[in-house]
């Protein structure tokens, strides 16, 4: 087992910027991908970013060039920072990890992440 536990989600406003963690424990291994997805009032729960590894990152088109993912292995961590923030990322943000050996565009799909946390509630005033 996994688990999940996320922080640093905030109220921020527009053109701001916010760093989410995510800490792992329980049974972690180096080659678990990380992931953060997100949930929208009204709206289905989307891809946001995921680390598969140091060279190997994904990004959902709308946070492109915005976010970025990182991994501290010895910290069992994944952080996301978030920059210039828009009143259209307000979402709860939830962390995710899995351990099968998936790459590209797989890891965008919720299904092959086995673990989750509770979320993050992240709002961006205009």
């Known amino acids: 087992q996994v688990q999940l536990v996320e922080s640093g989600g905030g109220l921020v406003q527009a053109g701001g910027s916010l760093r989410l963690a995510c800490a792992a424990s329980?049974?972690?291994?180096?080659?678990?991908?990380m992931g953060w997805f997100r949930q929208a009032p009204g709206k289905e729960r989307e891809f946001v970013a995921v680390?598969?590894?140091?060279?190997?990152?994904y990004y959902a088109d709308s946070v492109q060039g915005r976010f970025a993912i990182s991994r501290d292995s010895a910290k069992n961590t994944v952080y996301l920072q978030m920059n210039s923030l828009k009143p259209e990322d307000t979402a709860v943000y939830y962390c995710?990890?899995?351990?099968?050996?998936?790459?590209?565009?797989?890891?965008?799909?919720?299904?092959?992440?086995?673990?989750w946390g509770q979320g993050t509630q992240v709002t961006v005033s205009s």
């Open positions: 329980g049974r972690t291994v180096s080659y678990y991908f």
């Open positions: 680390w598969r590894s140091a060279s190997m990152t």
């Open positions: 995710a990890s899995g351990s099968r050996p998936y790459y590209g565009s797989t890891l965008y799909r919720e299904s092959v992440y086995e673990y």
